[in-house]
C-alpha cells in the first residue's frame, strides 16, 4: 500500500509575491459583476493565485481590497493578484474588448454553451464574468458577451456559489489548455 506523506510548505515550489507578478500568466481574467459576499470576492482572488489568472476587474457593489472579510478568504492573495475596480461593468467589457479579449458570461441562459461542450482557443484571452449571488450576472452585461458558457448540473437547485463556479471554470480552462499563458 503506498505511503502519503503531506508536503511541507517548503516542498511545494511557491512562488513568492514578487515571482508570481513577473510570472507569465493563464489568459484568463475574472470579472466579477456586482458580487455581495466579501467571502465570495476574497475566494476569488485565492482561485486567481492558484491559476494564475492575469487579473480580476471588480464592478459595481463588489467589495475592494483591504478588507478584513476578504482577507479571511484570500489568504494574502490580494497582494499576488492584480486587480482593478470599474464601477460600470459594461464601461470594462467595452475596454477588455477594445483589447482583444473575448467576454465570456457565466450563466444559465437560451443558447448557452455547456461548459464542457466549449473548446478554448490557446490564442485567445478570456474575461469570465460571474455575477450577484441571488441575480447572476446582470442582462446588460449579459448582452455584451461573445458566449455564454453554463456549468451542466443535474441535481435539485441548478445554482452554484460563484467562487465554486470560478474553480469549474478555471481547471476547465487549465485542463483543456494546458495552462497556456500569456
Known sequence: MPQFRKLEMDELNRLSNEDFKSATKSRFSFVLDNVRSLQNVGSMFRTGDAFRIDSIFLCGITGQPPHRDIQKTALGSTESVDWKYESDPCKLIDELKANGWLIIGIEQTENSTMLDQFE???????????????????QDVLEKCDTVLEIPQIGTKHSLNIAVSAGIIAWEYYSKTKGNTL
Open 120 to 138: 478554448f482557443s490557446t490564442t485567445s484571452k478570456y474575461a469570465f464574468v460571474l455575477g450577484n449571488e441571488v441575480n447572476g450576472v446582470s
